[in-house]
């Protein structure tokens, strides 16, 4: 893999390759962005195949991070890190406290918190070492665990979606099919079943299927039957990539709301969407209450105020739509329009404060 020509390519700022022999710590921070802020992004533990799986994988989520916190209206770049190991096998106290000394020697540049294959006992173990990590215990004035709140913003956003597909908000009776149902997908079947939807789920861990099941009412079908079921709304909660050629056509949904990232293989598959009439809520804007929550943390946590901001992803994602519909364009391709615009907009008002500061310079 040439690595400085993927970082020149799409803008990155900095990759870093952390490892600690002692716990068997093997990280790789990637920041893509800091016009907005300092570089905000979770930390995931997966069982990558090869380093340069991994490597791709830091990259992609770092650059989704700039665009997810730009679309949210918040003042932080975008970052990511990616730790190799088996999170069931391989995690150990000492890996989690290495790692925040890595991060404590970034000063800053980047602030990590939870996320695939990560808990909020983790983030509590890198605090030992820096503070610059949210999503820790509540009883040290975090925010907690972020995946309540994370499934809040996107049922808000699964709202307007269904208002965009079909003419109203509500989601009663309307029938939806979620793929994966971990910690923030449960969370969303609550909210979903209270307000009287339908739903279908399916997930590679059986337990999490019957916990569904009898909480929810939730009609469980195997992992490769959920893009083919009848229903009104598609939510990919899992790994990415689930849109793609296969399970296109297949889709019975007239929308997609998930939690998921990167849920579109290739843009292409977004562009088929759009064609097709299927409304697609952007996951990176959909999916930002847990970063809108945990961002709360750096100005002093305080949860009524941090659940109001999440509320905005039902008004983030409506402008999205109203991009789509303004610019016919797809609205995967709106909500990139989104977060750009609000970055450039930034450098270009950093720009003009330097040539005002040289031209009085140059004046005196």
């Known amino acids: 893999m040439e690595i400085f020509t993927s970082l020149q390519k799409y803008d990155y700022e900095q990759l ?11 990280a790789i921070i990637a920041i893509h962005d800091t016009t907005l802020g300092p570089a905000l992004g979770g930390t995931r533990m997966w069982t990558y195949k090869t380093e340069d799986d991994a490597i791709v994988d830091a990259l992609r ?16 770049g975008g970052g990511k890190t990616v730790i190799i190991g088996d999170p069931k096998k391989d995690k150990n106290p000492e890996m989690f406290r290495a790692f925040g000394r890595y991060i404590q020697g970034l000063n800053g540049r980047y602030i990590t918190a939870e996320d695939v294959g990560t808990t909020e006992m983790d983030m509590d173990l ?35 979606t269904a208002k965009e597909a079909f003419g109203t908000e509500s989601l009663e009776g309307k029938t939806v099919a979620v793929q994966g149902v971990g910690n923030v997908a449960y ?68 929308a997609v709301a998930g939690s998921a990232n990167n849920q579109l293989m290739s843009t292409k598959h977004g562009d088929i969407l759009h064609e097709r009439g299927i409304v697609y809520a952007p996951d990176y804007v959909i999916n930002a209450g847990g970063v809108i929550n945990v961002a709360d943390e750096l100005v002093g946590y305080n949860r009524e105020r ?13 402008k999205v739509f109203e991009i789509s519909k303004r610019d016919n364009i797809p609205t995967h391709v709106a909500a990139d329009r989104m977060a750009e615009e609000r970055i450039q907009s930034v450098r270009n008002s950093r720009s003009q404060f330097l040539r005002n500061e040289k031209h009085i310079l140059n004046f005196n």
């Open 16 to 26: 870093l390759f952390c490892q600690d022999k002692n716990s068997g710590l093997k």
């Open 61 to 76: 989520l770092a650059k989704g991070m700039t665009y997810k916190n730009a679309a949210a209206g918040l003042n932080l």
């Open 126 to 160: 890198i605090h030992l070492e820096t503070d610059y990590v949210t999503g820790t215990s509540s009883y040290s004035g975090a925010s907690g665990n972020p995946s309540p709140i994370t499934a809040l913003g996107l049922y808000h956003g699964m709202k307007a």
């Open 187 to 254: 969370h969303l079947c609550e909210f979903l079943h209270k307000e009287g939807a339908n739903l279908i789920v399916t997930d590679i861990n059986k337990e999490s299927v019957k916990r569904a099941v009898e909480d929810f009412g939730a009609k469980a079908v195997d992992p490769d039957e959920i893009y083919g079921v009848e229903c009104d709304i598609y939510a990919p909660c899992a790994l990415g990539a689930t849109i793609n050629d296969e399970t296109l056509d297949k889709l019975k949904a007239k």
């Open 306 to 318: 941090a659940m109001k901001k999440v509320e905005m992803v039902y008004d983030n994602v409506e």
